[in-house]
């Protein structure tokens, strides 16, 4: 079965850090880019990193350029996202998502795992 | 930045209703466009790619349709586990993909 399973979530005050965790298993890790997508309580999704499966190629959004940083262990079949100088506004449940390319022109998510709750407060 | 509307907002349907849901980018995306249904509590999941390519183990009564800047996902004859909030996604700008706000859709 292909599983992402994400970890590390939990209460950080304003400014502070905090370092999420995707396992996977049931598929060739190394073979697959990555990406984190977070939810705010009662908002919408916002893709927020991606990493290329060799690490080479490295994406983020506005909202978080600067403050995150995506990476992964293929040895250890892993996803990461350290998070520093976190605000409340970064509330909010993360997901790791695999990235699929199909026939090199189409790209989608289409394995999610069931998200880590983070709560920013003082 | 490609921005993703979608509407309505929320809709009330009953079950056997057909559903449609419009979702419009900002510029042409040609048919890179993804829609993943979320329920409470729950990850997301791919129902339709490219635009209009059905996912696997997805039932048929899921369709996608579209191009350019006007998609559409429609549902026909709703099902009690149907009721959930859908999204649009965008992938032209890949890998920085942009999520429409989102439909709900709950039981009349």
């Known amino acids: 079965e292909v599983l992402l399973v994400e970890s590390g979530g939990g209460l950080a005050q304003p400014g502070g850090s905090l370092r999420l965790s995707c396992a996977a298993s049931?598929?060739?890790?190394?073979?697959?880019?990555m990406n984190w997508v977070r939810q705010a309580p009662g908002k919408g999704l916002e893709w927020i990193s991606y990493?290329?499966?060799?690490?080479?190629?490295?994406f983020y959004a506005d909202s978080v350029k600067g403050r995150f940083t995506i990476s992964r262990d293929n040895a250890k079949n892993s996803l990461f996202l350290q998070m520093n100088s976190l605000r409340a506004e970064d509330t909010a449940v993360y997901f790791c998502?695999?990235?699929?390319?199909?026939?090199?022109?189409?790209?989608?998510?289409?394995?999610w795992g069931n998200g880590t709750t983070v709560t920013v407060s003082s | 930045d490609i921005q993703m509307t979608q509407s309505p907002s929320s809709l009330s349907a009953s079950v056997g209703d057909r559903v449609t849901i419009t979702c419009r980018a900002s510029?042409?995306?040609?048919?890179?466009l993804n829609w993943y249904q979320q329920k409470p509590g729950k990850a997301p999941k791919l129902l339709i790619y490219?635009?209009?390519s059905l996912q696997s183990g997805v039932p048929s009564r899921f369709s996608g349709s579209g191009s350019g800047t006007d998609f559409t996902l429609t549902i026909t004859s709703l099902q009690p586990e149907d009721f959930a909030t859908y999204y649009c996604?965008?992938?032209?700008?890949?890998?920085?993909?942009?999520f429409g706000p989102g439909t709900k859709v709950d039981i009349k």
């Open positions: 990493i290329s499966s060799r690490d080479s190629s490295i």
């Open positions: 510029q042409s995306i040609s048919s890179y």
């Open positions: 998502a695999r990235y699929f390319v199909l026939r090199g022109v189409y790209y989608y998510m289409d394995v």
């Open positions: 049931g598929f060739t890790f190394s073979s697959y880019e």
């Open positions: 490219a635009a209009s």
């Open positions: 996604q965008q992938s032209y700008s890949t890998p920085r993909f942009t």
